[in-house]
């Protein structure tokens, strides 16, 4: 299946299968990693499929999430937590991976590591997963981002850009008493330093 047939295929997903705004923000993510990409000389419809699947599982319950990311844990080698609060929350990004692999015949790994760490990251994730990670936290209908810091923000490299965006959602996450996943903050203070040597 080519991208622009899975793209079509997840755009009837997302109305399908998830609450309006959640659908309204995925493609808001896809749009805005589209053009990340394209500006840093990716793919931009990786981004684009990225970004519409990256919340595809975020409504199914928690056994559901578990079984699909079972089968990306199974294609990629990489396993993740999934139990308590932080596993909970993170889970359908796996999960959604999984579901792109398996239902959807999708076997990009740039495309399934995107979708699968846009919650945490990762020390080693590749530009177009940093990508995502960044579009999901600074999609225009994120009212708690203040638009000159996401204005800044999209001039960055894919590195820098995650760096930024990592350190100013553990520190939001923290403003409002909300916990932060061991994974993000073991990437926190690097993300930190890196930011301010620009």
């Known amino acids: 299946m080519d991208l622009d047939e899975l793209e079509a295929k997840l755009e009837a997903a997302l109305d399908r299968t998830m609450m309006r705004a959640r659908a309204r923000h995925s ?13 840093n000389g990716l793919s931009s ?28 844990a199974s294609i ?21 991976a999984g579901l792109l692999a398996g239902t959807f015949g999708c076997a990009d790994e740039e495309i399934l590591e995107a979708i699968a760490l846009h919650t945490l990251g ?19 209908g ?6 000159e810091f996401r204005a800044r923000c999209l001039l960055l490299p894919p590195a820098e850009l995650f760096g930024a965006v990592l350190a100013s959602t553990v ?13 993000s903050l073991a990437l ?11």
């Open 76 to 96: 990629s080698g990489r396993s993740f937590v999934s139990d308590g609060v932080i596993g909970e929350a993170a889970l359908h990004g796996p999960a959604a």
């Open 122 to 140: 990762s020390r080693d994730m590749g530009d177009l997963a940093r990508i995502t990670y960044a579009a999901d936290k600074l999609e225009p």
């Open 171 to 183: 520190e939001w996450l923290r403003s409002v008493g909300l916990p932060v996943a061991e994974e």
């Open 27 to 39: 493609r808001a993510v896809a749009a805005l990693s589209a053009e990340l990409c394209e500006r």
């Open 188 to 198: 926190y203070d690097p993300a930190v330093s890196r930011e301010t040597e620009t």
């Open 45 to 72: 419809a990786k981004g684009r499929v990225a970004g519409l699947a990256h919340d595809l599982c975020k409504e199914l319950d928690l056994r559901n999430q578990s079984s699909l990311a079972s089968i990306y």
């Open 142 to 147: 994120r009212k708690h981002v203040d638009p």
